[in-house]
């Protein structure tokens, strides 16, 4: 069948464009790195990461001077099987988090839960403020 | 003009009404679909499927474990409940749904009606 060019299409794409920019419907971007949250209270740094599905073993963390490294070797976990969609991204996925200030390295704790992964840092000893006597 | 745009569009960002449409991968073997659902922050409670005149909804109500909004330094991500729907068609056992959820990995199980699964056929041969 022929079509020929119709301007009112374009008008209607633009429609559908400026409909969807106010729709509450939205994916999630798939990146090269895990997503990846840092909130900071008090002396306390709790680093939360997007990881769905992964598997303990195929997370590495590293503290390397102040910055985290985070490294997800994501398995694809495909069946050999015809398949319809193929949406979700997989691969290794590695990323750096600098921390603001130097963390004590015997007291983090990373938990796994409905696939977030969450990193809990205690600031230094040696990093706090300290208050100089004057004699 | 773009800064106002971007004012509403960070408006409705921070509003409750946001859904997240999460991205999934589907499969099809003999006897079954499976659709497999990344939704990170949804525990079993949260998760809410219906079959309904052929259209499958899921809903994953997120479960808001994160630590306190304001002391957030860096954001990436944020977390909203989930939605999306399938059109399945009538080839669906609607009776015999299964679904798993495994650390933010939704597993649905749509196994197919009886009478649409492949069927082997006996070729005979004349002589």
């Known amino acids: ?135 | 003009m773009t800064a106002e745009l971007t004012k509403i569009k960070n408006d409705a960002y921070k509003s409750d009404e946001y859904i997240i449409v999460p991205s999934v991968d589907i499969y099809e073997n003999e006897n079954e679909f499976v659709i497999t659902a990344e939704m990170p922050g949804v525990d079993k409670d949260g998760i809410d499927l219906t079959l309904n005149n052929e259209e499958l909804e899921i809903n994953g109500k997120i479960n808001g474990n994160l630590p306190a909004a304001e002391n957030i330094k860096y954001e990436e991500f944020r977390l909203y409940n989930y939605y999306r729907k399938f059109n399945v068609g009538d080839s669906i056992d609607s009776t015999a749904l299964k679904a798993g959820l495994d650390n933010g990995i939704l597993t649905v199980t749509l196994p197919k009606k009886e009478e649409v699964k492949p069927r082997k056929i006996e070729v005979k041969v004349e002589h």
């Open chain 1, 1 to 135: 069948m022929f079509t020929t060019y119709d301007l009112f299409n374009n008008v209607n794409n633009m429609r559908h464009v400026l409909n969807n920019f106010f729709n509450e419907n939205y994916t999630r971007r798939t990146a090269d790195y895990p997503y990846v949250n840092l909130y900071e209270k008090d002396d306390n740094i709790e680093i939360a990461v997007l990881a769905p599905g992964e598997k303990v073993e195929n997370i590495d963390l590293q503290l390397i001077d102040n910055s985290l490294r985070i490294e997800i070797d994501k398995k694809a976990d495909y069946k050999d099987s015809p398949y319809i969609r193929k949406e979700r991204a997989f691969g290794k996925f590695r990323k750096s988090v600098m921390l603001p200030y130097r963390v004590d390295p015997d007291k983090i704790e990373a938990t796994m839960k409905n696939g977030i992964l969450k990193i809990k840092l205690v600031k230094a000893e040696d990093a706090k403020p300290k208050k100089i006597e004057i004699h």
